[in-house]
């Protein structure tokens, strides 16, 4: 059969949508956002079987951008060929189907400075090796080792919302609060643009007036446009927009040390963030200075119900080889029975 002859070019459009139509009515939504945000080309007649008057197969590459195509990588192959085997179920061409599904990285421009904004290149003629980071990078915005939380909030709210950030970091959250009541320099313009493309996380404190603002309505839609959590904390005024469909947090008549905790519990319960939260904690842990922070940290591990072995070993080690973890009363307590369940 000739290429111009091959019918399944012309439905490649009708079976993508059918296809992703199938995904979301079985809330496979990883699925239907594959096959709906993909690029692809095709490889004609890759292949034929000659049984019942010949059948002729058909490669087709679906090209992913980043964002989405890293959420497949670890399993890639059983993804091309679930979406192999409903593109055959959906599409209705005698003589021919899909013979392979292939996901792929759709090739993009890559920032020709992307190693110097990353904050991660190290400076080769430094004997310690220390990372260059730009000026408006997260040295200057987050505190090292930290979960990054960006405020979006009304200037008159700005204490409150300090005073709560300034709680969260015993949690290991390190929050930029943004300012949101004057007139940005250039340079105050990159530094929130810097903490918007470099945050974790978006926290909204959400008040009556929070849509007054030249900035506010911008920086949510930056973190809804990033694909990132965000977390509401409900001021006297409810969620509404593209943001509206998440409940949020009750903050009104909550004293800050409990609505911190609050947040945390969010924060870290989050399905984007939980390794994460994990990692963060366990570095504080391995580097605790005090007996009270080993305490203090302990406490929110055995919060923890799973963990790679390889963080389990981490722990094991922090307890070995640092003296105020190991010196620490309440991690001498309880420290066997944590590691214990979490191995089992």
Not at 16 to 37: G, H, M, P, R
Not at 235 to 259: A, H, S
Request: aromatic share 10%; charged share 25%; net charge negative.
């Amino acid at each position: 059969m000739e290429t111009e002859e091959f019918k399944l070019p012309k439905q490649i459009e009708r079976i993508l949508a059918e296809t992703a139509f199938y995904f979301t009515s079985k809330k496979e939504l990883l699925f239907a956002e594959v096959v709906t945000n993909s690029k692809y080309t095709t490889e004609l007649g890759v292949d034929y079987d000659n049984w019942d008057g010949g059948e002729h197969g058909h490669a087709i590459h679906l090209q992913l951008p980043r964002e989405i195509y890293y959420k497949t990588i670890d399993d890639s192959q059983n993804i091309a060929n679930t979406i192999r085997d409903v593109f055959n179920k959906v599409m209705n061409i005698s003589n021919e189907h899909f013979s392979n599904v292939f996901v792929e990285l759709l090739a993009e421009p890559i920032q020709s400075n992307w190693r110097s904004e990353s904050g991660l290149l190290h400076d080769t003629s430094s004997p310690t090796l220390k990372p260059i980071v730009p000026s408006t990078n997260t040295s200057s915005i987050w505190k090292e080792g930290c979960i990054r939380a960006f405020f979006s909030h009304k200037d008159n709210t700005k204490q409150k919302v300090q005073a709560l950030a300034d709680q969260l970091m015993q949690y290991k959250i390190s929050g930029f609060v943004a300012h949101t009541g004057i007139t940005p320099t250039k340079e105050w313009q990159s530094e929130i643009e810097n903490a918007l493309r470099l945050m974790d996380c978006l926290i909204i404190y959400l008040t009556e007036d929070f849509q007054n603002s030249d900035w506010t309505d911008q920086e949510v839609g930056f973190a809804l446009g990033r694909n990132i959590p965000v977390f509401t904390i409900r001021m006297g005024k409810d969620p509404y927009g593209f943001f509206g469909k998440w409940q949020g947090i009750q903050g009104v008549d909550k004293k800050t040390p409990e609505l911190a905790n609050e947040v945390r519990q969010y924060i870290y319960n989050h399905p984007k963030l939980k390794s994460q939260s994990t990692e963060v904690l366990i570095s504080a842990f391995e580097n605790s200075g005090s007996w009270a922070e080993s305490e203090r940290l302990m406490v929110m591990l055995q919060k923890i119900d799973s963990m790679p072995s390889m963080l389990i070993d981490r722990i094991e080690q922090a307890y070995k080889n640092n003296s105020q973890v190991r010196d620490c009363y309440y991690v001498q307590k309880y420290i066997t029975g944590m590691i214990k369940q979490l191995r089992n």
